[in-house]
């Protein structure tokens, strides 16, 4: 083999190895994209679970069942309503699952490591996920009336909006946070 031959050897090897190098370069890319992908979607599905079942609640805790009767009232004045710096879960109400209305979850807070068994998330750890996820919510009182932006406000309205947030370390390394939004308005015929 003379100088010719070998120095043609010598690029086509270097061109190999910068194909190769690019090759592998694009696939941890597309797998690290699909795993920040997939960790995504399960927080949204966490935080969409979890609106979901304070949908299935009463509006209020005046509207709520009576869990032996199976009645309930209606709220014909906003002075029916709880007041909005009394939301969030009464002293009968610390477990998730006594939870009755949906201003409930307000404060929430739970850590899919450490989910009691009355979570849906047990049914997740059952799964065994290898990310762990937060997942806060507030309600408060909107009026659309007053604010397109539909912001706190500080009186009772007909209209409770909830924000969930779900947070994890695998979420772009903790920086990003999926937030959720959902307004529950009470109307009875």
């Known amino acids: 083999m003379n100088t010719g031959q070998m120095m ?3 690029a086509a090897m270097i061109l190999l190895s910068t194909v190769i190098l690019s090759v592998n370069k694009n696939a ?4 690290s994209s699909m795993t920040e992908n997939k960790y995504q979607i ?6 969409t679970a ?3 079942e304070a949908f299935s609640k009463s509006f209020d805790a005046y509207t709520a069942r009576d869990p032996i009767t199976g009645d309930a009232e ?3 004045n906003l002075s029916d309503l709880t007041n909005y710096y009394s939301l969030g879960p009464s002293p009968s109400e610390r477990k998730r699952r006594n939870f009755n209305d949906f201003d409930d979850y307000n404060g929430f807070v739970e850590n899919t490591s450490n989910a009691s068994m009355d979570s849906v998330y047990s ?3 059952k799964n065994e996920i290898s990310a762990i996820f937060k ?3 507030d309600v408060y009182y909107v009026d659309p009336s007053t604010d397109s932006e539909l912001k706190k406000v500080n009186y009772r309205t007909w209209h409770k909006r909830m924000d969930v947030f779900v947070t994890s370390k695998f979420l772009n390394e903790g920086k990003d946070t999926v937030k959720l939004s959902k307004i ?4 009875y015929y």
């Open 8 to 10: 043609i050897t010598m």
């Open 42 to 47: 399960l927080g949204v599905s966490l935080g």
């Open 28 to 31: 941890l890319n597309t797998t």
């Open 50 to 52: 979890l609106i979901e």
């Open 74 to 76: 209606k709220a014909d």
């Open 135 to 137: 997942v806060e919510s």
């Open 123 to 125: 049914e997740t750890l």
């Open 184 to 187: 529950y308005s009470y109307f």
